[in-house]
């Protein structure tokens, strides 16, 4: 049997559009949408890179999400001949049902579509704040620094009850711990730091509790202290540097496209298609989502063997012209609903339906307050996050007429 | 047509909500699936058919009337 992947996942995307998926993955979907792949540690696994067959497995309960079955896809030294750490309790995203439909159930209510609605007039505020400090000191900005960083964090920040002030703690820490050349012994120290920073805020919200998610959690006394500290982590992460660089990224990519920019200015209505459509599009789950076959499954014919791990691959999925007519063109007036950038399955993104008013407020004003919004730097001096586990930009240098 | 929800699969992803406002919403303590009317109306169809093939969960089922 020929060895599709023989080494690794690909991470970089060398076709010289940055907001492309790998061009080998694209390759493969063509040909071999299931494909064998060798994984760094020798594991002999799979890659999806098709659509409706990656959607299949991920409602697949034959497929487990347990953190400890798992196999590192990318060929970084942190991983090199080291076991994973074993999953802390709490972490409901490394689970499987039923343990993980009983963590999940206790923060469902708090990100329905309602509750996030409720949110729009405080999100709008935000992001008009920092417009305003970037109107006020003039152009140049960095757009990740100044508004696509700060939006998200200070949102989730605020429905935690995460003191905005002690940011720092966790936005240096997470990215550390999301750069895959970093070394283990550093990324396990700054884990070590936010863990410790996360458990005292814990004992403050046992001590004081206050009118957030939290204190929430806290008190109604489902949740150990181990456990809490694992669902602050969780929802302080995902909620701060998925958005973040999709407000970026999604950013660069209409600068790119000023087509697109254009009808996205002048349409009102188009703001919710163009999210679903940059999310398609951009995908920022660099290396897609993992499971791992819980006994032997034939899928599309071919017999995958219990205790495999696939790799699907979202980014390259979202892309797939079975589902989506020509894939790599980004097109806001298309209906680009399920795509799986937020997954599928009982993992589906918790929080998507924060990321997408916050998306939708964050594009909106921000090119309706910068109409000649422009880079300032050409765009491939722009630096891509090809080594972090979430794709996206390090900086995004901006410009306008003032 | 006629709707059914499987509250006990539903993950709260929320995704009929969005899709079917008029039809689905969300239970306020946890978050999974409220059925509002289990048979829309006409013009809800194309909308209630997106919400079931979006669910995350298959938590809803259409049953399209003959």
Redesign the interface.
Known sequence: MTISLPNALPTTRPTGCPFDPPAELGRLRETEPVARMRYPDGHLGWVVTGHALARQILADPRFSSRGELRHVPIDVDRFKGKALPPVPRGMFIQMDPPEHTHYRRLLTGQFTVRRMNQLIPRIEQIAEEHLDAMARKGPPAELVHDYALAIPSLVICELLGVPYAERAVFHERTKLMLNLERGDEEVMAAFGEIMAYLGELIERKRAEPADDLLSGLVTGGELDHEELVSFALLLLTAGHETTANMLALGAFALLENPDQLKAFTGDPELVEPAVEELLRYLTITHFGLQRIALEDVEIAGIAIAKGECLQLHTPAANRDPAKFPHPDQLDLGRHASGHLAFGHGVHQCLGQQLARVEMRIGYRKLFQRFPTLRLAVPADEVPMRTKMGIYGVHSLPVTWES | MRVEVDTDRC?????C???A?AVF????????VLLLTPEPVASEFAAVR?AA??C???AITVEESS
């Open positions: 993950c709260g992803a929320g995704m909500a969005l899709t406002p919403d969300q239970d306020e303590q946890a978050g999974t997106e093939q979006l995350p969960a298959a």
